[in-house]
């Protein structure tokens, strides 16, 4: 619905069907985690689209929520990680959003990173361990 309100269209991209999509994880971990990066990427686009999806690249799942937003300035790349760090013209944030989201990645057994070009848009990308349930 926020997507609808503010002219941005969501993409969803899938990269397991069926039985390939019972895993083993934290499902509250994951889920502040993608509510984090998406919450972001809304915050900071005003218009084009949000892409979500993931994909199984060997022993892990890789996720990514890429924005059309204003990017990342170079000069804060290597802040935004850091507890209670936010973008100056952002005064409606904590700065904890992203740092309790890599802490969670971690918990997972994952990593964390991104890529990013100002006015261009940016694209955080996150791995947790594929332990697939086996339905038998």
């Known amino acids: 619905?926020?997507?609808?309100?503010?002219?941005?269209?969501?993409?969803?991209k899938y990269g397991l069907t069926g039985n390939a999509t019972k895993i083993i994880t934290d499902s509250l971990k994951l889920n502040v985690i993608l509510n984090n990066l998406i919450g972001n990427a809304l915050k900071f686009t005003k218009n084009g689209e949000i892409k979500v999806g993931y994909f199984k690249k060997k022993n892990f799942l890789e996720f990514y929520v890429e924005d059309t937003g204003i990017g990342i300035p170079n000069e804060i790349k290597g802040d935004i990680f850091k507890p209670f760090y936010q973008i100056k013209d952002k005064k409606n944030s904590s700065g904890l959003g992203l740092s309790i989201t890599k802490s969670l990645v971690e918990l997972l057994g994952g990593k964390i990173w991104f890529n990013s070009e100002q006015d261009?848009?940016?694209?955080?990308?996150?791995?947790?361990p594929y332990k697939q349930i086996f339905m038998g």
Not at 1 to 12: K, W
């Open 1 to 12: 619905m926020q997507s609808e309100l503010a002219n941005i269209s969501l993409v969803l």
């Open 120 to 128: 261009v848009g940016t694209k955080f990308l996150f791995t947790i």
